[in-house]
C-alpha cells in the first residue's frame, strides 16, 4: 500500500466552483500534514499545514480526520490561478524523522 | 522567491560525464534535502541532511553522491548517470529534521543522453 494515495484527476471545474480533494494515509503514527502546490515545470510550494481542528486560509479550507486517515482541500470560488497540480504530504511517524511522503498529486485545471 | 536556489537550472549530460547540482538555502534552516521527480511517479526521496550530517540514504545507487560542507549548501556530484535518472532534481529545506514543512528550491531538471 502507498504512503500517500490521491485522486490523480484530472478535475476541470468552471472559474467560481467549489472542488474539494481527499487524500488518504497508510501510517496511523504520522503526525503532520500538508498540502503543496505545483504549478507546470515548477516546485512544490506550501500552500498549508493540517491541523487537527480543521483549518481555513481564504478560499482554502483543509480538514483532517486521523479515525479514517484522510485529508481533504476544499477550494472555494475557483480562479484560474488556481490551476495546478495538489500535492498530499504526511509525515513519517511520530518520532520526528525527517521524511516527509509526498502523493502523486491531484491535477487542477480551471475553466473560464 | 530567493529562500532555496539551485545551480543550473537545467543540464544535459552523457552517460560518462561528471558534473555537480549546487543547492544553497538562504532560511536558516537545519535540514537540507534532496529529491527526484520523474513523470507520473510521487518526488522520491534521495538524502537527509540534518546539522550537516546525512541521517537517510533511500537506498540510492553509489553513482549519486552527497555533500554537506555546512547547512547552508547542498551539493549532488553526478557521475556515470544512466537514461532513466533523467529528471527534475529537486533540493529542499527545513527548519529541522521533525517533520517541518519544507521548502523547495526550483529544480534542476536534468537529461542523461
Known amino acids: 500500500r502507498k504512503e500517500v494515495e490521491q485522486d490523480p484527476g484530472p478535475f476541470n471545474v468552471p472559474e467560481g466552483a467549489t472542488v474539494a480533494f481527499n487524500c488518504t494515509y497508510s501510517n496511523s503514527a504520522s503526525q503532520s500534514f500538508f498540502w503543496y502546490r505545483q504549478d507546470c515545470r515548477k516546485e512544490p510550494k506550501l500552500l498549508m499545514s493540517v491541523y487537527s481542528s480543521g483549518n481555513e486560509d481564504g478560499r482554502f479550507t483543509a480538514q483532517l480526520n486521523r479515525a479514517s486517515q484522510y485529508i481533504s482541500l476544499l477550494i472555494r470560488d475557483s480562479k484560474l490561478s488556481d490551476s495546478a497540480t495538489y500535492l498530499c504530504v504526511v509525515s513519517k511517524d511520530q518520532t520526528g524523522a525527517n521524511n516527509l511522503f509526498f502523493g502523486t498529486g491531484t491535477r487542477l485545471t480551471v475553466i473560464p | 522567491e530567493t529562500g532555496v536556489t539551485q545551480t543550473p537550472r537545467h543540464l544535459v549530460m552523457g552517460m560518462t560525464n561528471k558534473k555537480s547540482l549546487k543547492c544553497e538555502q538562504h532560511?536558516?534552516?537545519?535540514?537540507m534535502y534532496w529529491y527526484k521527480q520523474s513523470a507520473k511517479k510521487p518526488l522520491e526521496l534521495m538524502f537527509v541532511y540534518n546539522f550537516k550530517e546525512q541521517t537517510e540514504n533511500n537506498s540510492v545507487p553509489s553513482r549519486f553522491s552527497p555533500e554537506c560542507p555546512n547547512s547552508s549548501h547542498l551539493f549532488l556530484h553526478l557521475h556515470t548517470l544512466q537514461p532513466e535518472d533523467s529528471a527534475l532534481y529537486l533540493c529542499?529545506?527545513?527548519?529541522?529534521?521533525?517533520?517541518?514543512?519544507?521548502?523547495f528550491g526550483p529544480g534542476t531538471r536534468l537529461t542523461v543522453t
Open positions: 529542499a529545506s527545513s527548519h529541522t529534521g521533525g517533520g517541518d514543512e519544507q521548502y
Open positions: 532560511l536558516g534552516h537545519n535540514a
